[in-house]
């Protein structure tokens, strides 16, 4: 590992540090200290990259919020017809909500922060703007917005529940909400 001036690497490191710290340790349990041992870099390294524990934290959601709605992208991206973004949504659903702990828990480590802390805020509502611009491909944007939320609270109450409720009740609720939509087209 670099410990140079020359470590065009350092900020990513101290960001994806910071990243799996607070999956394991919640924000309230990341610190500047652990973030640069984590990252193997100088103390020093953080205050020359951030302007302070609030820019980090802001840097490594963007970072997060950016790979979820790459996912989202990707999904949506390859679907052709509207059976297939359909499909797509439920696919969303269950990827979320499909066994990847640390994803869930930056999830709600991030809307904890929003809720508490107003800066933060700008940072969900660009993500759930992002979320729906890739649903309005193929839906209206009341559609794209209900969707939105449904991908999210059913993505939680499959993560959470000891027993989660199968692709079948997904691709139902999906078909509920995407009628009216089908409707209008």
């Not at 340790?25 to 870099?41: F, Q």
Request: charged share 30%; hydrophobic share 40%.
């Amino acid at each position: 590992m670099a410990t140079g001036q020359n470590d065009p690497e350092r900020r990513e490191r101290i960001i994806t540090a910071a990243l799996d710290l607070i999956a394991e340790e919640g924000v309230a349990g990341t610190s500047h200290r652990k973030v640069a041992a984590r990252a193997g870099v100088p103390l020093g390294s953080m205050t020359y990259h951030f302007g302070g524990m609030d820019e980090l934290l802001r840097e490594a959601f963007i970072r997060f919020s950016s790979s979820i709605v790459a996912v989202f992208e990707e999904r949506l991206g390859a679907a052709g017809t509207p059976d297939e973004a359909r499909e797509a949504v439920a696919d969303l659903v269950h990827h979320l909500s499909g066994g990847n702990q640390r994803e869930l828990v930056l999830t709600h480590e991030l809307y904890t922060l929003a809720a508490r802390k107003p800066a933060y805020r700008e940072l969900t509502r660009e993500w759930m703007r992002r979320s729906r611009v890739a649903l309005e491909w193929h839906f209206d944007p009341a559609t794209a917005r209900q969707l939105d939320a449904l991908i999210e609270g059913l993505s939680i109450h499959r993560a959470l529940e000891t027993e989660p409720h199968d692709r079948a009740l997904t691709v139902e609720a999906i078909a509920r909400i995407t009628r009216a939509h089908d409707a209008r087209s």
